[in-house]
């Protein structure tokens, strides 16, 4: 039996997420030869612009078009896959603040499996898929069977599976918009109004070389004092996680991650930040990464170059001694 | 407003370090520290807030064992005007969908305008929510980082999305929202104020009372279950610096200099 496995792409002015390829990675580790198909919603040029770009990794793409889907509205979009979906499909969205936002409601509309932040996926068995999650900030990992006999929403997190990049699909754009629109655009008690824009810091840390990030493990506002130093000898720039912004004790324009800042530097220095994936999504381009924490078990260790286990109130002075020390 | 916000007893992650018990078939629960879900004490703090706005009430449940009481007296500590302990022998190994199903049962006993999850919990599924909502039918909003009452009917929501950007919503009450952390500064409770709700009474519903099947909960209503735990293979990882402070400040330097990590 060849499986349908369904993709929601997830897009943005005419491009495509990079989720997109990862779903296709995603699905064929459900099965290798899976029937693989892209949902697309959105409208106009941008639309047609996505569709044509993934067709060539997806074998179907299914295409809803409407002016009110200018802006994705997760509670709609629910209802028109609920109208389209086959019964017993699986369908894939990413674990971003989208999927997470449609998918929950969408299992049970469903009445299927949730597979919530799949980072791996090792197959399926009968109607038991086997997959890994992270349970405790990423501290210990669990292997979960899921029943997929009445079908099942699963979330990728972003960056777990490899982008697929074989391309070669030849994908069809098929109109799905008149199959998905009966019965009228459907009718939700929640209503877009617009996107207000995070403010502009005083530093811009997208532009910084070096960044000394600093996390939780601070544990108090007044130990700031010692990243500074640090960031002062090193001559870099401090960044940081987001409870350090939660806590008030930093501004939002200097949180790293997905809901945060995208940085590039050269090197990135994680003190007492665990690493979680919402705050390694924020850091691209592969910087020299040191981290700088106590527990051994931190997830930053991963995928950080080098590591120190270390209280940081006390190993950072040392170390910006030494700093200061060696000009 | 009558404002329901759903709560969780975790493991601390940042307080303790999680280690995968000898056969894999838990974490190691032993001396471990417990405390509210962060982000549930974020939807209490906010729930207070309105309520102190607008009137109302808000009463906190959490669905768990007799000692998840704790937690629901600390967020009563904190504000809340009632709590309510869901528990059964049958709702142990619910799955999010099972959590949600008996959370759902409790609000058909009551008439909220609004409901409160955490974004996640420890699991990381942030998935109890939608799904309550979903069976609810009710309109939900993930990530709520600004919640702004016009009236009875209505709320203007933000949810925080990719960038740190807001998405303004209207949202029909009643809705279920999920609530980020840093959408407020939550208030500290200390021992005298937990010890103040130590007689505060909670009542304990259990399957029969919320008139739940035992099928339709714990293990047998569950879609999802889990094999074991384990902590994957290190693979390429971190080289660890070892030695005293001084040898291991003294490398990085030399390392961070090869980096260009000093200007
Ligand atoms: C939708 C969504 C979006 C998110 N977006 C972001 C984002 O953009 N950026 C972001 O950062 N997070 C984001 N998060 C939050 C994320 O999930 C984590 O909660 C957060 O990254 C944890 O920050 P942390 O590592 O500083 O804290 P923790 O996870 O609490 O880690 C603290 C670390 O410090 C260590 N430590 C403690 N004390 C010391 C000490 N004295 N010396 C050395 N080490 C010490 C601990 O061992 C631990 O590893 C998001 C979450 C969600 C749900
Ligand atoms: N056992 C529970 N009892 C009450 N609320 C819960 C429970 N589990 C999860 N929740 C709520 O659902 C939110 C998201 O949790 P989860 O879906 O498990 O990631 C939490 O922040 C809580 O608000």
Partial sequence: MVRQVFAYIVHKEGVADDTALEMVAAAKRIDSDASITAIVAGTGADLNVVCNEIASSYQEVWKIDSEALSYPNAEAIRTLLVRILPKEGLIIAPHDTFGMDLAPGLSIKLDAAYLPDAVDIEG????????????????????????????????ARPGSFKADESKGAGGQVVDKTAEALEGGFPETGRRFIEVAEAEVGDVDITKSDILVSVGRGI?????LEIVYDLARAMGGDVACSRPVVDARWLEKS?????????????????????????????????????????NPKAPIFQAADVGVVADILDFVPELTDKINGSR | MEILVCIKRVPDTSENEINVNRDGTDIERDDLVYSVNEWDNYAVEEAIQIRDRVCGSVTVVTVGDEETEEVVRREMAMGADKGVLLSDEVFKNSDGRGIAGIIKAEVKKGKYDLILTGAQADDGAGQVGGMLAAMLDWPYASLATLIEVTDDKKIKVGREIEGGNLEMLEIDLPCVLSIQTGINEPRYVGIRGIRKTASAEIPVHGAGDLGLSPESVGKSGSKIKQLDYFVPDAGEGAEILEGSVDEIAEKLVELLKARGGIK
């Fill in chain 1, 254 to 294: 200097r949180q790293v991650g997905t809901s945060g800042k995208t940085v590039k530097p050269k090197v990135y220095m994680a003190l007492g930040i665990s690493g979680s994936f919402q705050h390694q999504g924020g850091i691209k381009g592969s910087p020299f990464m040191v981290a700088i924490n106590k």
């Fill in chain 1, 219 to 223: 544990e108090d506002e007044d130990n």
């Fill in chain 1, 124 to 155: 399926v068995d009968e109607n038991r898929l086997k997959a890994v999650r992270q349970e405790y900030s990423g501290q210990v990992s669990t292997h979960v069977v899921c029943d997929i006999s009445g079908g099942a929403v699963i979330t």
